[in-house]
């Protein structure tokens, strides 16, 4: 008899649920659940950096998303699966009372953007993040040292005290804190109560400077000094991590009845998505995973006899068990990739959106559409014009740092650039530029793990750039100038979830035999260009050049 496992894949705008065959790896049925509120811009602030979520939205998505897909398929698919295995972005926060409800499910708090899960780009705790860093480096013990040595304002304990600082009714309500990634699985199985609720190795690990080395999080005295607000905190959050191996616990009868499914099947411990979705996209060790996106994600894993006392400087740390059972996971990534061609988009958009409306010489609706089909074929031919150039015809050098710089070596408070504009320059070489830019940042992280040793020979590819265009995937192949494949599923992020579900539910006994079983394989490779290869090591070197002349200055910005 046919089995299932549900992954469901929390990612920033929306929720995604993907039926999967256990014993095919098949995705027999998907369904994407748009978080409503967040496509309405409800309580973000792009010019703050302030990007907010409500637990509504992932309540209503998780459950449109996972009926939308069994009713794709025949009657009674629902009771066939076996677990449900679920990844999150992070570090997402939330601050919780004791029964583990988000505060902003509370009436009082329910429009408080402070009382709702912090995304991941959220930036407004850099302060936070540097007095952390500066904590740190002056303590006996660096507590962020397997975490790269530098703290980032996306991360936990820096969202927490900016919100301590900022929202004193919040502070005084909120008995512990929460990741997305932990929330959702607690909620499933009625185990919500921090005393109960498991916490993922992935999240505290890397984002919560969690470690066996100190038994767990940062010692009472250490957050008594980075601000006495924190007192107490400790003791009501953990000690005690898990991988996304084990179960988190049982589906509820309630959750059972509204999803469809049978009441006490497994319900796996949840991780971030750049990691389930790297184990999705069938990660083995000296495999770099890029998850490529708004941002990127990049993973590894490696033996421990490898890693051994290596403290990797400048990366998103290093976690016994938070990609696979029994590795050091190794993340990194940039804060914005998509995001950066997006913003070009949308700067490319203003006079439809700004002056289009008010000319008067069509009608509303015509404008409407007139604005929506304009500006869903800016990104495609800016791409085909784009291709058409030689990389050193742009005469332009671009830096990555929109949204700050997330590895190597973390500073939200870097701004982007882009140098060599003349009256010649049309939007596809700016264009052209900003490809260049990102990929010089992915060769970076590459340049960082090579430095110390971890060797790299592949790539493996996944995500909506990687799936749909080609020109910013052969650019990458070019730069990196190694082999990249592409991971065939539309959904690697869902699959890794739900190879995690089928062990947690004992269909398989580890996620390397869920790996083999499930792993959809890849549709595409793309190899170097030694023509292009060679012009980009020497712009490679620009951008480098180009980065530590104005960093400072563009730190001091804004």
């Known amino acids: 008899m046919d089995q299932y496992v549900i992954g469901l894949d929390f990612g920033t705008g929306s929720v995604r649920a993907v039926v999967v065959n256990v014993n095919t790896g098949k995705e027999e049925a998907s369904k994407v659940a748009y978080y409503q509120r967040w496509a309405a811009g409800k309580y973000c602030d792009a010019a703050q950096n302030q990007f907010r979520q409500h637990p509504l939205d992932y309540i209503e998505g998780l459950e449109t998303a996972v009926t939308g897909a069994l009713a794709q398929l025949p009657a009674g698919t629902g009771k066939k699966v076996m677990g449900i295995g679920i990844d999150t972005t992070g570090s997402t926060p ?92 607690a909620l499933l199985t009625g185990t919500q109560k921090p005393s109960l609720l498991k916490r993922s190795r992935c999240a ?13 999080l940062p010692d009472e005295e250490f957050l008594m000094a980075l601000d006495p607000l924190l007192k107490g905190l400790r003791e009501r959050l953990f000690s005690t991590t898990y991988t996304a191996d084990q179960p988190a616990g049982s589906l509820t009868k309630e959750w059972a009845e509204r999803l469809g499914l049978n009441p006490g099947i497994a319900v ?28 990127t994600c990049d993973i590894m894993v490696a033996a421990p006899e490898v890693i051994g006392d290596k403290l990797i400087p400048g990366i998103c740390g290093q976690v016994d068990g938070s990609v696979l059972p029994g590795f050091i996971g190794l993340e990194a990534g940039q804060s914005a990739f998509g995001d950066i061609y997006a913003w070009l988009k949308e700067l ?76 010649g320059t ?32 592949q790539v493996v590819a996944m995500g909506g750039i990687a799936q749909k265009n080609d020109f910013v ?70 951008y480098l050049k180009l980065g530590k002349t104005l960093e400072a200055d563009l730190r001091r910005l804004g």
């Not at 505290?204 to 767990?216: D, P, S, V």
């Not at 796996?268 to 941002?295: P, R």
């Open 426 to 457: 049309t939007a596809p070489r700016i264009f052209r530029a900003l490809v260049e830019a990102t990929v010089f940042g992915a060769k970076a992280i590459v340049d960082r793990f090579r430095r110390e040793g971890v060797e790299i020979n």
């Open 348 to 423: 490319l958009s203003w006079p439809l959106e700004a002056i289009l409306p008010e000319i008067g010489v069509i009608n509303k609706r015509t404008a409407d559409e007139l604005e929506a089909k304009i500006a869903e074929q800016i990104l495609p031919k800016l791409t085909e014009e784009a291709e058409k150039l030689d990389p050193t015809e742009t005469g332009l050098i671009a830096l990555d740092w929109l949204n700050g710089r997330r590895t190597p070596d973390a500073d939200q408070t870097l701004k982007g650039a882009i140098i060599g504009l003349t009256l």
């Open 268 to 295: 796996a411990v949840g991780a971030f998505d750049a990691h389930m979705g790297a184990v999705g996209g069938q990660i083995t060790e000296e495999t770099l995973v890029k998850i490529m996106g708004t941002s």
């Open 204 to 216: 505290a690990g890397h984002k919560a400077m969690w470690h066996q080395e100190w038994g767990g």
């Open 473 to 542: 995937m052969q650019i990458t192949a070019d730069v990196l100038e190694i082999p990249i494949k592409v991971a065939k599923s539309e959904q690697t992020c869902a699959l890794g979830a739900a190879m995690f579900g089928a062990v947690a539910a004992g269909l398989y006994t580890s996620i390397s035999e869920a790996q083999e079983k499930m792993g959809s394989g890849f549709s595409k490779t793309f190899y170097p260009r030694e023509k292009f290869a060679k012009i980009y090591r020497e712009l490679y070197a620009e």
């Open 94 to 185: 939330c601050a919780v009372d004791q029964e583990g409800m988000p505060l902003a499910l509370q009436d009082k708090f329910t429009e408080n953007p402070n009382a709702m899960f912090i995304l991941w780009k959220d930036h407004t705790a850099v302060g936070e993040a540097e007095e952390i860093n500066k904590l740190a480096k002056e303590w006996e013990n660096d507590f962020t040292k397997y975490e790269g040595g530098i703290y980032s304002s996306e991360w936990f304990w820096a969202k927490i005290l900016h919100i301590f600082r900022k929202d004193e009714k919040v502070r005084k309500a909120a008995y512990s804190w929460v990741e997305h990634c932990d929330w959702i699985p």
